[in-house]
């Protein structure tokens, strides 16, 4: 498996800043995954990152709202712009295992003020 | 596009009893399934998977699954539950109709193992 590393860990935060989360993966893998788990719900898709392409959005989540970068095959980023207090989550990447099976970061806990 | 319903909100269960936590699916090819776990303030964590052959797959921590095809169904299950069984588990499938590792999740079974 995989081992992922999320920056940073948690972070509290006041509405109309933006906060960058950093993924790190021990190998190099081509996709990446962004995920948002809020309150008591269950994970939620942002974006899948491919190294050298832009970022695919699934429906309701934007390019301005959530920048991704993906420079290299085992580093990626997803900035959380302009936020408010319903952008408090916790928010995951992931990556796909050959056997097909995700594996997540341990997740960057964001809470908005 | 897939889904997953995992119709019970928690499921209480005594220690040392069977444990079954309940998902079926919607998918328009053949599912891979997959059961996660997560503990408190922790990332999910890979229980097992189902992707072909035997429809009884066997994961982590002795949790055990049964695909039933005809039924949509992948649920897991323990046949002895122990205290530190109790986490939130996930049931994800990917629909392999579209090609691509796109995983939806159920809403999540909270799992209580009263000592």
């Known amino acids: 498996s995989a081992v992922i590393s999320q920056k940073p860990s948690r972070d509290i935060c006041q509405r109309g800043t933006s906060l960058t989360i950093q993924c790190q993966v021990d190998s190099q893998v081509t996709m990446m995954f962004w995920y948002r788990q809020q309150p008591g719900q269950s994970l939620t898709l942002i974006a899948t990152?491919?190294?050298?392409?832009?970022?695919?959005?699934e429906s309701g989540f934007v390019i301005d709202k959530f920048p991704i970068s993906r420079p290299n095959l085992t580093f990626s980023t997803l900035t959380v712009s302009n936020m408010s207090p319903e952008d408090s989550s916790i928010y995951l990447c992931?990556?796909?295992?050959?056997?097909?099976?995700?594996?997540f970061g341990p997740g960057t806990r964001l809470t908005v003020t | 596009a897939q889904s997953v319903a995992q119709p019970e909100d928690q499921v209480n269960v005594a220690e040392g009893n069977p444990l079954t936590v309940k998902c079926t699916y919607s998918v328009s090819g053949n599912p891979y399934l997959f059961w996660y776990v997560q503990y408190p303030n922790r990332g999910l964590q890979f229980l097992l998977k189902y992707i072909t052959g035997d429809n009884l797959v066997k994961g982590s921590y002795g949790f055990e699954a049964e695909f039933n095809k005809s039924q949509t169904s992948f649920h897991l299950k323990k046949p002895s539950a122990l205290v530190s069984d109790s986490a939130l588990y996930f049931c994800a499938v990917r629909d392999t109709y579209y090609g691509n590792n796109r995983l939806a999740f159920g809403k999540g079974n909270q799992v209580v193992v009263i000592p």
């Open positions: 990152a491919n190294q050298g392409s832009e970022a695919t959005y």
């Open positions: 992931s990556v796909v295992h050959p056997g097909y099976e995700q594996y």
